[in-house]
Each structure stands twice: as C-alpha cells, then as structure tokens.
C-alpha cells in the first residue's frame, strides 16, 4: 500500500482545493492519519473507496474524541545577543558567548471535537489508512459530514459518537440515540460531563468517592 | 338381555361390557384367569344389583376406571417426559420432590404431587378484558372431548369402554371438537398475540386433520369394519404361525402408520409441530392468559389427546391387544396394549427431545402437499392390495413388490419436492 | 322414552333461540354449534349411530370453524351496521316470509300422526349403509363427491390467486 | 432420502439417553449441596489478609499499610488507615483495612501488586448474608488469616512465596551483618542504629513476577 | 421511546440485501399493519434487547433493534483507571470470551508501547484464543438450536464440552470466564505441563463431539429448512457494512485477521479458512462449525511445538505503567468477529481515550436488512447467528 503522503498527493490532485494534512503519530504504533477538511470529507471517501490501487471497502471503526482547551507551557530555548561590551573590545577577554535563557511560554490551544475513521480493505487486504475530521471549535451544535452513504459499517457507530459527544453527521439516514434512553440531555463522554449526584453510599470511600461522600454526609460514617 | 333398541344405541355401554354384543360370542375367548380378571372383579362389585342397575353400574364403573388410569398415566407422563428429556440431556431430571411429610427421596415420583399442588396453589388470574364464560368453558370443552375419544379404544380382549358400531368414526367425531375448544381460549384471552397464535393453531390441527382421517381409511378398508374390536380381531392371526399379521407389516400397512403417526405428531400439538406454545413466538400461544388449574387442565387434555391417539395408532396399526407372538399369548391382552401405548408414548417423548420446530408455513407445506397425497396413493395401494388378495404362491412376493413400489415411489418424489433447494452443502476453503 | 326426546328438542331448540337474541356474535356462533350438536344428539336417540357421528364431526368439527373464521374475518363491529329506516314495505315483506314459513312448519307438525308407537328401529350395520349407498344411491354419492371437489378445487384457485397480488415469498 | 438426518439425529439422542446411565462422560450433573465441585489450586475467590504466627493473628500481618493495593485496585474498593503510635508516628501496621465485598470482583490485581505478599486470593465462595453493608463489609480481623492456611489453599504458590521471603531476610540478615561487622572496627564512624529495615521503595519496579505455581 | 422514525430510505450507492423490495412495496402504510416489540425480557433475545417488529400478516415489515440496556459507559471508565486496571474490566466486554478480549487489549498496548513479547507468550495466547474460539462457536451452535425450538438437547451437549474448557480456563487463570490472564507484554502464568496434557486430551477428544453434533443437527431435515434461504446476507452489503467474522466469511469473503494481519505467531501454523456460498443462516452454522475444526488443527500444531523460555517480558513494566504520547489501534480475529482497541495516550497512567470496537455492535448494523420478508420466527434465528453479546454491544 502506497505511504500516508503518497495517498494525500494524489488527494491533492484530485481534489485541488481540499484542506488535506498529515498527523504524525508520535508513538511507536507508527500508524499516521490524514485530516480531512469537512466540506470534501465525502468526496475524499468515496474516492479512497473506489480508487483502484486503494479500494477501501471496509470502515472498521469509528471514533469519537474529544480534545479539550488546553493550556500548553512550553520551554522556549531563546539566545539572548552578549550585551554590548561596556568596555572596548579587549581580545584578550574571553569572547562572551551568547547568553541562553529558557522561558516557559504559556500557550493556549482551543479545543475540538474530532472523529476518527480507521479503513481497511478487504479486497486488497491492506490498510489502516485513519482518516481523522475535526469541528473548528467545542461549541454545542458541532457538526461534521457522515460517511454513512459511503460505508455502511459507519452508521451505527456515528449514532454512537452522536450519543456520547454530541456531533451531529449531515447526511446521516437515522440520526438518533442509540445507547443512551431518548429523552436522555447530555452527551457523557465529554471531558467537561459532569456525572449526576446519584451518589449511593459505599461504606470504603477514599479518594473521589470521599469527597462526594462528604457532600452527603458532613462527617464520614463512623471514621473508625 | 335385549334392551329397548334406542337405549342399546344410546348407552351401548352397558351391551358392550355385557358381553353380549354378537361379537363375543364369535370369538374364542381365551378363558385364563388372568385375561377375564378384570371382568370378574367387576362382577364381584356390581353382581348384586338387579339386571336394570347393572348396566348402569358397569358403565359407571367403566368411566371412573378410564379416568383413574389415564388421569395417573398423564401424571407419570409428564415426569417421564421430564426425565427422559433430561436422560437424553445427560442429566438427571426431577429427583428432589420429596413425598409430602417424609424427607424420603423418591427418584422424582413425587414430582406429578408436587406440580399438582402447585398448579392448585397458583392464582387463576382472568384478564379484566377476557369473556368469562368463554374462558371458563375452554379448557373444560378441550379436556371433555379429549376424554369421549378414549371410549372407543379397545383395551383388552373384552375391554372396551363402548363397542360401537362405527367406533373409529365417533374417535375422530369427538377428536375434531377440540378445534372449538381452541379457538374458545384463543378467543376469550382478548389478546392480540393469543388471538393470532390460535389461528395458527387451528390452521394446523384442520391441515393434519385430513392426513389423519385418510390414513384410517386403509385400515378400515382392509379391516372391512368400522369398529375397533374388529380391527383387532382382523389382526389376530399368523403370517407362516408365528409372524403377527398386524397391519403395520404391509407396505400400506407401515406408510399409513407413518403418516398417522406424524400427523398425530402434529394434532397433540407435540415436538416438530408445537408452534402454538412456541416459547420463541408468541410466548404461551393461546394458552397465555390461562393461569394455575386451567392451565393444567389445557396441559392434561393435551396428554389425555396424546395418549388417545397413541392408542388409536396402536388398535389400528400394531394389533391392539393382540400378542406378538403366538407362545406370548398367555400374557393377558390388556398388558400388551398397555406395553405397545407406553412405548409409542416414549418414541413421542424421544421425538420431542430431538427436533427442532417447524415454521407454520412449513407445517402446513408439509401436510397438504406431503402427507395428504402420500395418504390418498396409500388408499390406492390398499385397493390394489385388497384386490390382489387371492393371488397364487409365486404372485405373492409380486403383489408385495408392486405395493412397495406403490408407496416408495412416491414418497421419494414428494420428498424431492418438499425439499426442494435444502440439502448438506460442500464448503471451499479460501485460497 | 319421549322425555329424553322432549329435553333434547328443548336443548336444540333453546340454544337455536338464544344463539338470535345474543348481542356477542361469537357467543351465537357457539350456541349454533351446540344446536348442531343437538341435532347429532336427536341421530343418537333415533338410532342412526354413523349419521350422528359425521353430523358431530361435519358440523361441530368444520362447519363450526368455518362460521367461527367468518365472523372473525370480516368487520362486524356495532357501529358500520347501518341500519336501512324501517319503510313500511319491509315491514310487510318481513311479515309475509315469516308467515309463509310458520306456516309450512306448523303444517308439517299437524300433518303427522300423533303419538303412533314408533316404528321398530331397523338396526342398521355400517355394512349394509355402505352396500346401499354404493348399490341404488350410487348416483347421488357421486353427485356430492363432485360438489366437494368442485368447492375445494374453488378454494385452492381463490387462495391461489390471492397469492399473485401480493407475493408471498421473497422472489 | 427425506428422514434420514432425522433418523441420524434420533440416533444420536437415543446413544446420549442410554449412554447417561453407564458412562461417565454422559452424565455430568454434580448434585451440588450433597456433591461439592473439587476447586482447582489456582482458584480465586476473595483476597485475604496473610498472618505469620497464628498466636497475634493482628500484630504479625504482614501488610505494611502501604496503599499500593488501595490506589491500584480496579473498582477501589479496599480503605486502609495507617496504624500511628501515641506520638504520631507511622507504624508499619494497618489500623483499619476494609475490602468491600460486594464491590470486589476478586480480579486479584491487589495480589499481583503487592510487594510485600500481604494479601493473597481466598477461594470460599458460598456467602450470603443478610446485610449488604456489615455483612459484606469484611474488615482486618475477618480477612486476616494464617500463612498455614494458605499453604492449604495454594500449595506451590505459597511454598515458593516462603522461599523467596526467606531468601530475602537471610539477604537483609546478611546485609545488616555486613554493616554491623564494619561499624563495629570503626567505633567512631557510628552507624546509625540499624533502623527496622528500610521499607523497599514503594514503586518497586516490576511487581515481583509470581513463580509460576503448579495446578 | 419516541415511535421509530419514518422507514430509513437508504442512499441508492448502497448495495441493497434480497429483501429491500419489500419495505419499497409496503411504505405506503395500509391500515393493518401489526406493531410488535420483541423483548427486552424475550426468552430468545440472547440478553436485554429488544426488536420493535412491524408486521404485515405473518412477514415482517420493518424491524428496529432497541438496544442499550446493558451500557454502563465502559469507554469513560477506561479513561479513568490505569491501563492495568482496566484488564480486568475487558473480561466484562464479550463475556464469554474474555481471553481474546484481553488479548486484543494487550495487543493495543503494546503496539501503543512498543513492547516486546516472548515467544512462549505469543504461543501460550494462541492456545487460549482458539480455545475460547471452540467455546463460542459450541455456544452458538447450542443457542442457534435452542432458538428454533430444540428444548435444549443442542444447547445440553454444548454446555457439557464448554465447561470441559471453562475448567481449563479455571485451572490456569482462577476464574472460569473472567480470567485477566493477558498482561502487556506475555501472560500472568505459565501453564504447567499437566495443564498442558489436559489442553492436549481436550483436543484429541473434540472431534468426537464435533462429529456427534453434526449428525444430530447438520442432516436434520428440519434445521435445513429453518435456516437455509432464511437472513441471506449479500457480499456486497456484509462488506459495506463492515461485518466481520465468520457472518463475513459465510457470504464468501475470504477475509480472517489471522491471515490478514498476521499477528501473533499465527503465520507459523497451517490452516485453512472455510468459506460460505449463500450468506444464509445455514451457512453461518456451518462456517463456524468448520472453523472449530481447523481450530483443533491450530491446537494440536501450537501444543506440539510450543517453546520454552520467560512467559513474561522481563521488561515489561504493568503497574505505574506509562506510554509515551500516541495512539494506536490494535485488532484481532475474534470468535465473533475483528475486536479492536483504539488508544490515544497522553503520557500519564490513564489512558486520554480508550475505544473498543466491539464485532457483534457492528454486525448488528444488518439485522434489518436481513429480516425483511422473514417471518417472526425467521428473525429469532437471524438474530441468533449472528451471535451477538449484550456486554459488548452496549459497552
């Protein structure tokens, strides 16, 4: 199977306009995934699934994640430029070698919501080729295209993402709760999900479990 | 002691038990002790009584003998078939019912006690919705008639509850009613799915009817009566002294038997055909809004149906109370009867704990285009057979030949067909 | 022996009777059924042993399903009877045929001598009812096989074609 | 030939029913109160609290008390408090170890991590009780059971853990012995007094691969 | 529970299954449609799920799978334990396979990590894999049969050699189905050699069974006519939909991880991979039934040359264990289908997402397609040879 950029050049080719970037996959797995900007998402796919040398036939999963703000504090190594020397030049002194001072600089990276596709083919026998689609932002009414009319495998698996994150796919043919009871409001598998204080009391409370026991329970049952 | 005609024909009771019915005389009644002990000992009990309240007695007696045995046969059936399925299963069965005030274990025969007890225990819940009197009458019309079919069954030499003239078509009159009874409880349970899962039923005991009804027909054709003494006594004698000539040895003799065997099959609603209690379906079938003694009672005329059946296949395929061996016949008539019904029952319960269910369109596939020609070619081959009844020697084995052929040809065809597109299938392994 | 004449005729007649002023129409299907089983009963009494029991399994049996599925099958809910108003035409006409028919049932029971002895009862081996219904009514058994088949073969082309308007099974 | 699968399969129940009654192999159902099911060695039920001298069940535990088992476990359901002397200071001895046994699926990581062989995997399984939260609430005197006991329950398993504690305080013997013997030339250098030995750090680095113990 | 939607009209690009005419012709609703919820507490819905079958006269309509009962959010609770800790809770996914569920989980994490694993480890999961694969396909083999109304003979003989194998399982790990055997990086024991002699009667003895069960189901006239024609599954439309497992290969794609991939020492053993012809219910029976065979082939070849050495990597670090940034997906040729995990980690002990992607969920995706037409009793024994598992659909 040709290599990750192999696959975005000829994405590039066929869809000129397309935003298509690699992401590095920092651990051993060695496995890339390729970015896909909403708008050609489905084009894209179909192309990857009826592409010859691909033939991408098979969506095996379907994953929903979801990246919250993140406030990233990174040591710069910056050179500083030696003072000017007050005194003239003196060769004899030992050249001033440039100052190096670290700064811890804070940056900030906003949060998204991001779906993850892994393909394979089952006629070729190869893959994974990861698709990865990311929202602009974590407001609520995140919305990203559905490759459901491409791969049938994805349909129930996006009404899971849908269920547990919230992202609604354009163009899903059934888009409702799959796990979750309907009337169900929140979406769980968010970072920022907060649980409902259904606290039942466990007579071993430590860490977490403590401090909810101590919203029920002003002092610990009989600390013994 | 004639009595008024219309009273004979009305309680012929009393004339069958008599011993006064032309029959009797004509045959040879084997006089061991043995064989007439049942009749002695109703004689102790009602010898007293003077002529006109003797026949009411005896026909009493009669009906409380009959519904004593089958009503504790259907007891020991139910944890026979409870302990046979689980033998099969590799485990045990019901073996911890202890009797009611010792702790003593009885390998499980205090099991028929116990579920009695509890189908007497549990509330009989009527849904709010259902029509009472229908609810009420279904399981009582079912067992009723269940019980009028085993009148006719010849249990003995001289045993038979009620020696009719057209006895084997009062059995099958009586067995049809229970399709009203069926429908009563399908009806009365005001309830979609009991009302859907009763028409299924109903399509099935009307399809299986017929298969039924035209596998007796050979029976009675060759038996040249009606009635069901008769038939047993047309089965008494010897193929070469010592091969029993029961029906089921002839070529139209073993397809009829088979036919009425799996069309029996499928009347007592039992194991290939028990679609109305499918359990996958539509849960309990019409018996869902029956609960406690109702529900036993719809579970006891379904075994009083079986047993009848099964006694009905024994008398007219496998001699009744004939011995099967002529030196065998000092054993007396009813032990034999009773032998060939608990085997029958037991293929019954061995069939139950091997197949697997047939859809209803399969079922009904299987009656009309399967068992009901198959049974009208046998009516056929029987007519041959009668026909051909006086060929010489070197004809016979011919007469034989042609007869089987009659019947294995078809069943092949029809087999094909019905299984048209189903078979074992070869698998290819990837590359 | 005419009390159990009297009782059976009551029976039939009652369960007839009732089975119209039912307002359930399963509940007069059923009565109907059990006034057929009073006619097997009236067969029993008279001696006819083999017309009792085909009436029992005819009627009771067949017949009974075939009224039951009927009234099942087709819409008889209270409310789309409508009811034609009561001209004064009909009323006349209502009036005649009941009259015509009193009056022939009326005529039929006057007609017959009361109270003879009845007539010694032939009895009647299955055989000899075979004999005969091979023998002289040969031609009327004929007949009615050939009304049977002519019905079934009707129900199988019925249902037969019902099944191309809606295919039963996939293609 | 329409019927022959069935006779096959007809076959087949009917060699199962008269098999049951002769063959061992057919007949598998074990009358369970009468007939109790022999449990294999490696069996595992509910943890237990491992004592040395059955005389002082509570003081010889050999639970240091150091939560490792309490942060590790999967659906955290063992509390332990540390035992402090009147001054504060830490003892080696847990003052309070709860496993809630109706949250504990006996996963038996707390074994796996355990550093120390204080905690070990019972194998009763018969126990119901009428109160969830005492009944099921088993605390330090209920867990706390002999190491004769559990050479009973996991023979091999146990005969290998007394071997490797036995090399280890023979090494820590040795090790004391070899700083004594020095301290005692040099007076003047004066060892510290050889504290109770210094507890292993407490993120020993691969849990101590179990020997592997025969079924 | 909001009355299901309007009937899905699929997109045309997708290849449509035998009985698609049907929901065309039937979509103007005529009045005596029969609206029918099987489940959740239906005796044969392997577990709490339910079907809201539409019925017109005996075939069905439209059928919509209810499920989620059973969801205790497995995926949120991975991502706040330890990477350790959550092996365990991989025995709860697929309940009755726990040993290849936590083979897949290692899998993952040593792929995310980079971790070696010694060769008598990968040989030892091999044997425990294919063990578990005899013990699902009997499973369903016996529930298949139930389904149709056997009154639990099948069902009996299954269970009888299932509990040889969970006895096995009991010996090694300590529990008969939640083992957390597998660690990252080997197993937690090495079996002893009398473990070993018990795995090796076991498997000279499954044929016999194998044998025994076929004649008294696969010639059964009466099973030939319940399953055969009855759910057909086209190629076309298992690929697209992304079922996996012997439902795939029932419909003729030759497509086993173990082949595929390669994983493990699997591409040390010959074995052959049988393949369906019609994608009925019939077809997936016997697949599975074939595929036990050529698991006891599997069996005999890891039994008879499996090497000695560590069975734990001695590098291998499972408690504080902490990966470095990345992601990774790791699958393997479950009995029921491709189980795969995905993790993304951030470095710290927990990781940032934990995702499992379960084959009976996806495999469900068809279920309607495969029922239209049928009858009732017809989707009872659809949904039965798929073989799903409530713990891993609804996770």
Request: with cysteine; glycine share 6%.
């Amino acid at each position: 199977m040709e290599s990750l950029e192999q696959i975005r050049e000829r994405l590039l080719a066929r869809f000129p306009d397309a935003a298509l970037t690699v992401i590095a996959n920092p651990g051993p797995a060695g496995q890339p995934s390729l970015l896909v900007g909403s708008p050609h998402a489905a084009s894209i796919a179909a192309f990857l699934r009826d592409d010859p040398a691909l033939r991408l036939d098979y969506c095996s999963n379907v994953t929903g994640v979801d990246w919250p703000d993140r406030e990233v504090v990174e040591t710069i190594k910056r050179t500083v430029p030696p003072p000017p020397p007050a005194a003239p030049a003196d060769p004899s002194a030992p050249p001033v070698t440039p100052k190096v001072i670290e700064e811890k600089v804070k940056r900030h990276i906003p949060g998204y919501f991001e779906v993850v596709y892994h393909l394979y083919s089952m006629a070729l026998k190869h893959g994974p080729v990861i698709l990865r689609t990311r929202t602009a932002d974590r407001t609520d009414p995140a919305s990203l295209p559905s490759l459901t009319p491409i791969w049938r495998a994805c349909e129930f698996q996006e009404r899971e993402v849908y269920d547990l994150f919230g992202i609604r796919f354009t163009g899903h043919p059934d888009l409702r709760r799959i796990l979750m009871w309907d009337e169900f409001k929140d979406y769980p598998m968010r970072k920022d999900y907060v649980e409902p204080d259904d606290y039942e009391w466990e007579p071993t409370p430590h860490g977490a479990v403590l401090d909810k026991a101590r919203r029920h329970y002003p002092a610990p049952p009989e600390s013994r | 002691m004639s009595l008024p005609g219309q009273l004979s024909v009305l309680f012929p009771l009393a004339s069958g038990l008599g011993a006064s019915s032309p029959l009797a005389a004509v045959l040879p009644a084997s006089d061991s002790a043995l064989e007439r002990l049942p009749l002695t000992l109703r004689g102790l009990l009602t010898g007293w009584l003077p002529a006109s309240w003797q026949w009411l007695a005896n026909s009493l007696i009669a009906i409380v003998v009959l519904i004593v045995a089958f009503a504790s046969l259907f007891a020991l059936l139910t944890l026979a078939e409870r302990k046979i399925l689980g033998r099969v299963q590799n485990r045990p069965g019901p073996n911890r019912a202890p009797l009611p005030f010792l702790n003593l274990r009885t390998y499980g025969l205090a099991q028929p006690v116990a579920d009695g007890v509890k189908m007497l225990t549990k509330e009989d819940i009527v849904p709010d919705g259902a029509d009472r009197v229908l609810h009420f009458l279904a399981p009582i019309a079912l067992l009723a008639f269940s019980i009028l079919t085993l009148a006719v069954i010849p249990y003995g030499r001289l045993l038979v509850a009620l020696d009719l003239d057209a006895s084997v078509l009062f059995f099958f009159a009586a067995g049809a009613a229970t399709e009203l009874a069926v429908f009563m409880a399908g009806w009365a349970s005001r309830n979609k799915y009991s009302l859907l899962a009763a028409m299924r039923a109903l399509a099935q005991l009307i399809s299986y009817e017929l298969p039924l009804l035209l596998s007796v027909v050979p029976v009675v054709l060759m038996a040249g009566s009606l009635s069901t003494s008769v038939i047993v006594e047309r089965q008494g004698e010897w193929w070469l002294g010592f091969l029993p000539r029961w029906y089921v040895f002839t070529p139209w003799g073993l397809a009829g038997f088979l036919v009425f065997f799996v069309a029996s099959l499928a009347e007592s609603n039992r194991s290939p055909f028990d679609l109305p209690e499918a359990e996958s379906e539509l849960i309990a079938g019409h018996l869902t809004e029956y609960s406690g003694f109702k529900y036993a009672l719809f579970f006891m005329a379904e075994y009083f149906g079986m047993c009848a059946l099964c006694g009905m296949a024994v008398t007219l395929f496998l001699g009744g109370w004939q011995a099967p061996l002529p030196f065998l016949s000092f054993i007396p008539s009813y032990l034999w009867f009773a032998g060939k019904l608990l085997a029958l029952l037991g293929v019954f319960m061995w069939i139950r704990a091997s197949f697997p269910r047939l859809r209803i369109d399969q079922l009904t596939r299987l009656a009309w285009k399967f068992l009901v020609p198959l049974a009208l070619i046998n009516l056929g081959t029987t007519a041959f057979w009668s026909l051909t009844a006086d060929w010489a020697g070197l004809l016979q084995p011919l007469r034989w030949l042609i007869a089987a052929g009659l019947i294995a040809g078809p069943f092949l065809l029809l087999g094909r067909n019905l299984s048209k597109g189903l078979g074992p299938r070869t698998y290819r392994y990837a590359a | 022996m005419t009390t159990v004449l009297l009782c059976l005729a009551l029976f039939t007649v009652a369960a007839a009777a009732v089975a119209m002023a039912m307002r359930n129409l399963i509940h007069s299907a059923l009565l109907l059924v059990a006034s057929w089983a009073g006619i097997a009963a009236f067969y029993l009494w008279a001696g006819a042993e083999f017309v009792a029991f085909a009436q029992l399994l005819v009627y009771v049996g067949a017949i009974s399903m075939v009224v039951l599925f009927a009234v099942l099958l087709t819409r008889h809910s209270r409310l789309d009877f409508d009811r034609e108003p009561e001209t004064r035409g009909r009323v006349r006409l209502a009036l005649f045929t009941g009259g015509a028919v009193c009056g022939v049932l009326v005529a039929a029971v006057l007609g017959t001598a009361p109270s003879s002895v009845p007539a010694a009862v032939p009895s009647l081996t299955v055989r000899q009812l075979g004999l005969a219904l091979m023998g002289p009514h040969a031609a009327s058994l004929l007949a009615v096989g050939v009304v049977l088949t002519v019905a079934l073969l009707g129900g199988v082309v019925l249902a037969a074609s019902a099944r191309h308007s809606d295919p039963e099974d996939a293609p | 030939m329409l019927g022959t699968g069935l006779l096959q399969g007809l076959a087949v129940t009917a060699k199962n029913l008269v098999g049951s009654f002769h063959d061992p192999e057919r007949y598998v159902t074990m009358e369970y109160p009468e007939v109790k099911t022999k449990l294999p060695e490696n069996y595992r039920n509910f943890p237990f609290l491992v004592h040395d001298d059955p005389k002082d069940p509570l003081g010889s535990l050999r639970c240091v008390a150091c939560t490792i088992c309490e942060t590790e476990c999967p659906p955290q359901c063992i509390y332990i408090v540390m035992d402090r002397d009147e001054k504060g200071k830490a003892l080696k001895r847990p003052k309070v170890f709860d496993i809630d046994i109706s949250v504990c699926m006996s996963c038996q990581i707390c074994v796996e991590v355990c550093p120390f062989d204080a905690i070990k995997m019972d194998q009763h399984y018969e126990i119901a009780e009428t109160n969830r939260f005492q009944g099921l609430l088993l605390s330090r005197e209920q867990l706390s059971k002999s190491n004769a006991y559990y050479h009973q329950l996991h023979p091999t398993e146990a005969a290998a853990v007394d071997a490797l504690l036995a090399e280890q305080k023979a090494k820590q013997a040795a090790a004391k012995a070899a700083k004594a013997a020095p301290a005692a030339k040099p007076p003047a250098p004066a060892a510290p007094a050889a504290n109770p030995p210094p507890p292993p750090a407490p993120s020993a680095e691969a849990p101590k691969p179990p020997t592997p113990p025969a079924p | 529970m909001t009355s299901p939607a309007a009937p899905s009209s699929f997109p045309s690009g997708l290849p449509s299954s035998p009985g698609a005419h049907v929901r065309a012709v039937h979509d103007d609703f005529h009045g005596d449609l029969l609206e029918v919820s099987m489940g959740p507490h239906h005796p044969s819905t392997h577990g709490v799920f339910r079907m809201i079958v539409t019925l017109d006269g005996e075939r069905i309509v439209r059928l919509k799978p209810v499920f989620g009962y059973l969801h205790r959010n497995h995926e949120k609770l991975g991502e706040q334990t330890t990477y350790l800790a959550s092996m365990p809770y991989t025995d709860r996914l697929d309940y009755l396979n726990s040993m290849t569920n936590n083979w897949a989980y290692a899998i993952a994490v040593e792929k995310l990590a980079g971790q070696a694993v010694p060769e008598r480890a990968e040989y030892v999961r091999v044997i425990l894999a294919e063990l578990t694969r005899l013990l699902n396909h009997t499973c369903l083999a016996g529930f298949l049969l139930q389904d149709t109304g056997c009154s639990g003979t099948p069902l009996m003989y299954a269970f009888r050699e299932r509990e040889k194998i969970l006895d096995l399982f009991e010996s090694l790990s300590g529990s008969r189905m939640m083992c957390n055997f597998q660690r990252f990086g080997g197993c937690r024991l090495d079996p002893t050699p009398e473990w070993l002699a018990a795995v090796r009667q076991l498997v000279d003895g499954y044929g016999r069974f194998l044998d025994e069960f076929e004649a008294l189901i696969s010639g059964n006239e009466i099973v030939m006519a319940r399953t055969q024609g009855t759910g057909v599954l086209t190629p076309a439309l298992a690929i697209s939909a992304g079922v996996t497992g012997p439902m795939l290969r029932a419909t003729g794609v030759d497509y086993d991880l173990r082949k595929v991939d390669g994983y493990g020492v699997y591409p040390r053993f010959e074995f052959r991979v049988p393949l369906g012809a019609h994608g009925d219910t019939y077809d997936r029976y016997m697949i599975r039934i074939l595929e036990m065979r050529e698991s006891i082939q599997i069996l005999r070849q890891a039994l008879r040359d499996l090497p000695a050495g560590p069975i734990l990597d001695p590098k291998a670090k499972n408690r504080g264990f902490r990966p470095k940034p990345g992601e990774a997906y790791g699958r393997i040729e479950g009995p029921k289908g491709e189980i795969g995990f995905y993790l993304i980690s951030d470095g710290s002990p927990n990781p940032f997402r934990y995702r499992v992607r379960p084959p009976s969920f996806v495999n469900l995706t068809i279920l309607e397609d495969m029922c239209l037409g049928q009858t009732v009793a017809d989707a009872v024994i659809i949904l039965g040879s798929i073989d799903i598992v409530l713990g891993e659909v609804d996770r």
